[in-house]
């Protein structure tokens, strides 16, 4: 029997990893591999905070490999089709396994590179590892594939009965020689100059072990309260489990029946009413991926093709100043500097910078698509189209465009004492709380109280909302042709 080839992606763990159990099973040497694929479009590419996350991730699969089974993990970077084939010949390998990936390029790939390793006569085997339920599953009566969320969860939980997850492998036998490996340190994932991580250093830690500890301590701590508190950016209220989900540090079945054993163990009524909103969340996921499977052109275009026909504007200036936080509305900067200091952004936050640069701005929803692909740990091509589409109003399941947030009052209702806003935009932080999500409308004495000079110690608005609000509706009537 010839070696067995585990090429890992975005599954970098040992427990609950199909392909990996599969491997083991088969008793041969096993080969676990890491491509760093240089054939992505440019559309598709890792971001920076994802090259960041990329490092410590592979860093941690390699120790737990090694540790667990005196194993090592190989890395190679180019073509996989090329890598995959040539390594083969190298370690007489005669099957490969891999867990499937649904994003438009890695399919055309996979599926190719499936045909070629056959024809080469190689053993291919996929299995699942990211999701509940595979996007092809679950179909309308029509046999069509879910447009809306709701009906799309509800089936889901009527018909999918996540498998109990997977124990790591007892044993992976080594090959007799080791294969050539990159150094991942040549690779370069880590910025250097400038060393711009420190605040990602801070909160962050990829790898199995920190994302199971991170899933325990929220059920333990965080869950009961879920329901309430995941809208409150000023509360630690949800899980931060999304860069490990992305990068499959843990799966959805083990976060699925973790859930559920803890529901079952400490059963009040509010434990589940919480558990079901969390996994309803996590459900999100799910139906981002189902959509990116069946409608793959949402990467690049509106799914409602009108929305093509909007006027958008061209306004580098006011994108950079939503970028670095400057936009004079403190909610939307707190949520853009919590972004560039840490990876992340809460999720009532992102819905809020969205609308604004969508909406305020009139910045096309592929700006700020972008800009989160490049700074977000957790960026993740189904949930970042997926949920930018919903806040334009241009998605299956979307906010309706008219539904325009307004900044002063979401800061009001979702940090009503300005924790949040106090913690990334410091040099407001002395103003009062009914000032604090608004500095323009406080009277000049309050602002010199607080130490605020409008304009050069924080910036004034760069737009007024309310005119904002009729421009943007106007340019919707235009693309309605009711203008
Ligand atoms: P929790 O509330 O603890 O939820 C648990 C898990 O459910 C998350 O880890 C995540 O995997 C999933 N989840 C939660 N909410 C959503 C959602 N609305 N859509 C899809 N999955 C969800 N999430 C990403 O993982 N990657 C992205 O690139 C991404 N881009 C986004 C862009 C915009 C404009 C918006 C509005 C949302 C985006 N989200 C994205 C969804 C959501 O904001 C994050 O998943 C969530 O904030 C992660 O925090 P958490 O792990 O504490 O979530």
Not at 66 to 83: D, H, K, N, S, V
Not at 92 to 114: F, M
Not at 159 to 188: E, F
Not at 431 to 458: M, R, S
């Amino acid at each position: 029997m010839g070696a067995t080839i585990v090429w890992f992606r975005q599954d970098l763990r040992l427990e609950d990893n199909p392909a990996l159990t599969a491997a083991a099973q088969r008793g041969a040497p096993v080969i676990p591999l890491f491509i760093r694929d240089e054939t992505i479009p440019a559309d598709e590419a890792m971001g920076a905070a994802s090259h960041w996350w990329l490092h410590g991730s592979l860093a941690a699969l390699a120790a737990g490999l090694e540790t667990r089974y005196g194993q090592r993990l190989i890395l190679r970077r180019g073509a996989p089709g090329e890598i995959l084939e040539a390594l083969a010949a190298e370690t007489t390998a005669d099957t490969v396994l891999w867990n499937r990936c649904y994003e438009p390029h890695a399919v055309t790939r996979d599926r190719e590179i499936k045909a070629e390793l056959k024809e080469c006569g190689l053993a291919v085997e996929s299995h699942n590892a990211a999701l509940i339920a595979e996007p092809w599953e679950v179909r309308t009566g029509a046999g069509e594939p879910y447009k809306v969320f709701t009906p799309f969860w509800k089936a889901v939980r009527a018909q999918i009965v996540p498998p109990q997850p997977l124990p790591a492998p007892d044993a992976l036998p080594c090959p007799a020689t080791w294969p050539g490996s990159d150094a991942l340190d040549d690779w370069a994932l880590l910025p250097s100059r400038p060393d711009w991580a420190g605040g990602l250093r801070e909160v962050w830690t990829p790898g199995e072990n920190a994302a199971r500890s991170r899933l325990h301590a929220f059920l333990r701590h965080r869950l009961d309260g879920y329901a309430d508190a995941r809208d409150l950016p000023g509360t630690h209220g949800t899980s931060r489990l999304s860069p490990h989900l992305h990068w499959g540090e843990i799966g959805p079945r083990q976060v699925w029946h973790a859930t559920h054993a803890h529901t079952a163990a400490h059963g009040q009524a509010k434990t589940e009413k919480a558990a079901a909103k969390f996994l309803a969340e996590v459900g999100w996921r799910e139906f981002s991926y189902h959509l990116l499977f069946n409608f793959p052109q949402i990467v690049r275009d509106n799914f409602r093709p009108e929305f093509d026909g909007y006027p958008w504007a061209s306004d580098p200036a006011a994108l950079a100043r939503w970028q670095r936080g400057q936009t004079g509305y403190p909610i939307v900067d707190a949520g853009m500097r919590e972004l560039w200091a840490t990876g992340w952004m809460h999720n009532r936050v992102r819905m809020i910078v969205g609308s604004f640069l969508i909406k305020d701005l009139l910045i096309h929803w592929k700006e700020g698509e972008r800009w989160f692909a490049d700074t977000l740990v957790d960026a993740d091509l189904a949930s970042n189209c997926a949920s930018w589409q919903w806040v334009a109003g241009s998605g299956a399941d979307a906010a309706p465009y008219f539904r325009i947030f307004n900044p002063v009052s979401q800061a009001a209702k979702f940090d009503a004492d300005g924790t949040y806003i106090r913690k990334w935009v410091p040099e407001i932080a002395r103003l009062p709380d009914d000032f604090i999500a608004q500095p323009w409308a406080a009277p000049a004495l309050v602002l010199k109280a607080a130490d605020i000079e409008l304009g050069n110690t924080y910036p004034r608005p760069i737009v007024d909302h309310a005119q904002a609000r009729d421009r943007a509706m106007a340019g919707y009537r235009e693309m309605r042709g009711e203008a």
